[in-house]
């Protein structure tokens, strides 16, 4: 017997929303700025599932595929890099809007700052991204991975030049080793997108970065006749994804925002067990946090972003692994004349949701909970690709995780 969906309505109290003001739309626009200084840079597709939406029974369904971020596969990339850039705009005492591609490769900036060296930890996309980053920009990168992490995650950090190991301890223990080595090394910088008391500033500018993603995805439906979806689901580790879209969305549409629905894999569902208390605090999930959505593996909220969502939040769902393996066979093969999104274990949990939601009246109390019915415009994010190919055959040619 398959492993039941879980939820909770938000029924905390409301804070006083001060963490809000990271999302605003000027904070965006700036992240956004600096992203499209790159050459890498191109807008990622929002592919339209006009078939899907009908077979579901929605009014429309629109999926933002992170797999053509920069060439790396995975959405995480905004955020390091744009902290980088923040944070040596910060040393310089100077403004993130000077911190162009063409300024941070310059010989001028090598000279006036000279070389930093980032730690982070990661299951594999934020790392890979931050190395990236700091290999394209002239800096260093230290990468620690948690115990049971990818292979062929791990060999695409080491292309980019980063120092990476896997370790014997999960993600949570893997930050405090990144910000412990950090402090005890000179001009070493913790670049990680959980926040913590006394460490909180570049977490916001990691959660700005990953704006630019929700920003593109706002433009892309209104030039497609959507001026704003009326739900928009997103996946969460630490939060950070999740409370940068909501912001962003909540700043967007502050008289009217969508339905929100926030998902965590079952075996790190910190999010929902703090909801699901009711009393505002954020809960600790502790242990190995074994799932296929290894992006998602993380059991200590991000506490900026825990504040946004407590606010703004519409559902918390804990959803276990066959949820998103269901998600990326739909994604992967699509409704006949939808286009193909190549979507990863952490990428296609919403699909997945979706789909639970609407084929069957299993989960009717969610759905009318959160009004998803035949009007509703749908927005989704697959925030990685195929970056484990070898699970990814698993799933979509050897139906592992299956639904039954």
């Known amino acids: 017997m398959r492993e039941q969906i879980r939820w909770t309505d938000n029924h905390m109290p409301p804070s006083g929303d001060r963490q809000l003001e990271i999302m605003s739309l000027a904070n965006v626009a700036k992240a956004r700025f600096f992203h499209s200084s790159f050459p890498q840079y191109s807008v990622t597709p929002l592919a339209r599932l006009d078939g899907m939406a009908r077979y579901l029974g929605l009014a429309g369904l629109f999926v933002k595929d992170e797999s053509f971020r920069f060439g790396l596969n995975a959405f995480k990339v905004l955020g390091g890099s744009f902290a980088m850039a923040r944070y040596i705009a910060q040393q310089m005492g100077r403004d993130v809007s000077e911190m162009t591609y063409d300024y941070l490769t310059s010989d001028r900036l090598k000279q006036a700052f000279g070389q930093a060296t980032f730690f982070t930890a990661t299951d594999g996309n934020h790392g890979r991204g931050v190395a990236w980053a700091a290999n394209k920009l002239g800096q260093k990168a230290v990468v620690h991975m948690p115990k049971g992490s990818s292979r062929a995650r791990f060999d695409n950090i080491a292309r980019e030049g980063a120092a990476v190991t896997i370790e014997a301890v999960n993600y949570d223990a893997c930050v405090r080793m990144a910000a412990a080595e950090a402090a005890g090394t000179e001009h070493g910088v913790i670049v990680q997108d959980t926040a913590w008391d006394g460490y909180e500033e570049i977490p916001s500018w990691i959660m700005q970065g990953y704006g630019t993603?929700?920003?593109?995805?706002?433009?892309?439906?209104?030039?497609?006749?959507?001026?704003?979806?009326?739900?928009?689901?997103?996946?969460?580790?630490?939060?950070?994804?999740?409370?940068?879209?909501?912001?962003?969305?909540?700043?967007?549409?502050?008289?009217?925002?969508?339905?929100?629905?926030?998902?965590?894999?079952?075996?790190?569902?910190?999010?929902?067990?703090?909801?699901?208390?009711?009393?505002?605090?954020?809960?600790?999930?502790?242990?190995?946090?074994?799932?296929?959505?290894?992006?998602?593996?993380?059991?200590?909220?991000?506490?900026?972003?825990?504040?946004?969502?407590?606010?703004h939040t519409t559902a918390f769902v804990s959803c276990p692994d066959w949820v998103s393996a269901r998600g990326m066979r739909m994604l992967g093969v699509p409704v006949k004349?939808?286009?193909?999104?190549?979507?990863?274990?952490?990428?296609?949990?919403?699909?997945?949701?979706?789909?639970?939601?609407?084929?069957?009246?299993?989960?009717?109390?969610?759905?009318?909970?959160?009004g998803l019915d035949r009007f509703s415009q749908v927005l989704l994010f697959s925030t990685e690709g195929n970056t484990d190919p070898m699970k990814f055959r698993k799933v979509l040619w050897d139906g592992e995780y299956p639904t039954v």
């Not at 502050?254 to 929100?260: S, V």
């Not at 009711?278 to 593996?297: C, K, N, S």
């Not at 004349?337 to 969610?366: F, Q």
């Open 213 to 311: 993603m929700a920003s593109e995805s706002a433009d892309q439906l209104r030039q497609m006749g959507i001026n704003r979806p009326t739900h928009v689901f997103v996946q969460a580790g630490v939060g950070s994804l999740a409370g940068a879209v909501i912001g962003y969305y909540t700043n967007l549409f502050p008289n009217d925002p969508p339905k929100f629905v926030v998902m965590e894999a079952r075996a790190a569902d910190c999010l929902y067990r703090g909801a699901l208390a009711g009393d505002g605090a954020p809960r600790i999930v502790e242990g190995d946090l074994q799932t296929i959505m290894a992006g998602l593996a993380c059991g200590e909220p991000n506490t900026l972003s825990w504040d946004i969502l407590r606010n």
């Open 337 to 370: 004349g939808d286009p193909v999104v190549i979507s990863g274990e952490s990428g296609a949990v919403g699909m997945g949701l979706i789909a639970a939601l609407m084929e069957t009246d299993e989960y009717r109390d969610l759905r009318d909970a959160i």
